[in-house]
């Protein structure tokens, strides 16, 4: 059983008090079952239908058919070898078909996205972090894939969202400053992705979805409400807030939206929610920063968070020479970490609100598991960016470095093959694959615009990278007549972006200027597991980072005589500026 702490006074109390009285009577049956139970709850395990087709259906020919002679004997192997792979091969065929004929009994599946923000792949209890408390969160990864290095390709949290909707990169979508896109001949260009190309409003005018937002959709940019949604509520940029008598907290209103929905939507329909909490976000401009509920304060209290090991002013003073005092992630290090009590105090709150989301998620979880619907739902927990805890001297995010651009990834579907439940995987998923695996779960191609691809293909034996014969059927919808990039010229086909068989090596990071470069200069890298190359534009300056031995990326090996690392810089420079071109292309690719 999953224990959760337990508050002084449960969320449902306060939801309950703010809701009108059709409300409260919906929401009093949902939590009546909540109070009664133990313990929050126990994510059910997946419904995962498999076939196994017996072995030998095709006879075997007598060993002494056609003589003893070596010849016959030669014949007759050839002609049982050729028949096991025909055997092999119609096998692997008919629980492809088993499978997606188990799909089509299923019908369409519903799907739930808890989309957190500011958090960082390792604030998590299943990642290891042996302080934050998130049982909900690391129950739905023993039943479902945790992704080890999912990363986002741009560290900002509306670009991210922009890339969520369109499955594209800033260099394709072009929402490069909240509010106003970019800036063409003095002119704000908006949100430049077509409002009828969005998941939102594929889902709700192609696939028939009934198709909701609770929490920040992080654009300060109208959606068209009709067009998009049957249910919207944008809540962004606050930790408390009155509302009629009660003052709410965000993650508390978030839940409650949430909560509304799933309880007022048309259940002649499938749905697709987006729970979009605006935890684990600060208050910029709130000295205080992170704002938790009441409730939770009596958490880690007598904990004492680690620092890590590169949160040191010799970390800080091997950034580029370039960052300074007036850097906003050294300035918001000061707001939150430059004394070891502030770091205590900042950390501890941060880790409270965490909670509080995993507690939500369990909530809603268990209002799909009590109607019934779980085992057929899809369910993903990611993050906009990660998030800088003093390392390198910074806080925040916006730069290439790990702690920014690796957030956590977890899915739990229906469909997973059985043997992949309660497994990691290490492969470079990113944020431009939700689009894909989110519209490919609705039955829906992604757009040619479109850059990632779907994710269920590392989960789905029969499905993707794990059965050839498959894979055809797979590939069509995985990348939908989009094409595979060559792969770098180095590493004898090492690193690439994918091929119809194998999952990308690398991927390209960017990351614009925001006012001047002094405050948040513009950053790009090549990310591989083994490397990472920087460069910084506007300083049109370069390094270079053997993560495999320096996961810190604190030696910069740009200046450095060693063969390997000339030959690396100059591999790495070059295969950067292809796929930058390649990003801002207009081609129909994945990336």
Wanted: hydrophobic share 35%; proline share 5%.
């Amino acid at each position: 059983m999953v224990l959760h702490p337990s508050p002084k006074r449960g969320i449902s109390s306060k939801i309950m008090s703010a809701a009108s009285l059709p409300t409260k009577l919906a929401l009093g049956l949902i939590f009546l079952a909540a109070i009664l139970a133990a313990t929050l709850y126990t994510i059910h395990n997946s419904a995962s239908f498999h076939t196994n087709v017996p072995t030998g259906w095709i006879m075997d020919t007598p060993a002494g058919l056609g003589g003893s002679d070596e010849a016959s004997r030669r014949k007759n192997e050839r002609e049982q070898n050729r028949r096991e792979m025909l055997e092999k091969e119609q096998t692997t065929a008919v629980e492809a078909d088993f499978q997606e004929e188990e799909q089509e009994e299923r019908g369409p599946m519903n799907i739930i996205l808890f989309y957190a923000d500011d958090w960082r792949h390792d604030t998590l209890g299943a990642a290891g972090n042996p302080i934050v408390k998130t049982p909900v969160l690391d129950a739905l990864a023993k039943e479902g894939v945790r992704f080890t290095q999912n990363c986002v390709t741009t560290s900002i949290c509306w670009i991210s969202r922009a890339t969520l909707y369109s499955g594209q990169y800033l260099a394709r979508h072009h929402f490069e400053m909240l509010g106003r896109g970019r800036t063409v001949n003095g002119t704000s260009m908006y949100f430049e992705v077509p409002q009828n190309e969005t998941i939102y409003s594929l889902l709700k005018q192609k696939a028939n979805y009934s198709v909701g937002h609770a929490g920040k959709l992080g654009l300060w940019v109208e959606l068209d409400h009709n067009l998009n949604f049957d249910f919207i509520v944008d809540e962004d940029g606050w930790h408390y807030r009155k509302m009629g008598n009660k003052l709410w907290h965000v993650t508390e209103k978030n839940t409650a939206d949430a909560l509304r929905f799933l309880t007022t939507r048309d259940k002649n329909k499938p749905f697709f929610l987006n729970v979009a909490y605006f935890a684990t976000h600060a208050v910029d401009g709130d000295k205080r920063q992170y704002l938790p509920q009441n409730e939770s304060l009596w958490m880690y209290e007598n904990d004492t968070i680690p620092i890590p090991l590169t949160a040191t002013e010799e970390a800080w003073k091997k950034m580029p020479k370039f960052f300074g005092d007036n850097n906003e992630g050294r300035t918001r290090w000061k707001w939150r970490f430059d004394t070891p009590e502030k770091h205590q105090s900042m950390m501890k709150n941060y880790y409270r609100m965490a909670t509080e989301v995993d507690t939500s998620v369990g909530v809603l979880l268990d209002v799909l598991r009590n109607e019934g619907i779980l085992n057929n739902t899809l369910v993903i927990f990611t993050t906009d960016n990660g998030n800088f805890h003093a390392e390198h001297g910074l806080a925040d995010k916006w730069y290439p470095h790990q702690e920014s651009i690796r957030v956590p990834l977890i899915i739990k579907d229906p469909r997973m093959s059985p043997e992949f439940i309660g497994t990691t995987n290490d492969e470079f998923t990113l944020n431009i694959d939700l689009a894909a695996t989110i519209l490919s779960a609705a039955g829906l191609d992604p757009l040619p615009s479109m850059m990632g691809r779907d994710m269920s293909v590392l989960y789905r034996k029969n499905f993707g990278m794990h059965g050839a014969t498959a894979q055809s059927r797979r590939t069509s919808r995985s990348t939908a007549g989009r094409q595979f990039v060559d792969p770098a010229s180095d590493g004898d086909g090492k690193y690439h972006s994918g091929t119809e068989t194998t999952w990308r090596t690398e991927f390209f990071y960017e990351h614009p200027m925001h006012s001047n470069p002094s405050y948040i200069p513009a950053s790009e890298a090549l990310v591989r597991k083994d490397y990472k190359y920087f460069y910084w534009p506007n300083f049109k300056y370069e390094q270079l980072f053997d993560i495999k031995n320096d996961p810190g990326e604190l030696n910069d090996l740009f200046n450095s005589t060693n063969p390997v690392h000339r030959a690396k810089l100059e591999n790495m420079r070059k295969r950067f500026l292809e796929l930058k071109m390649l990003a801002h292309s207009d081609m129909s690719i994945v990336l």
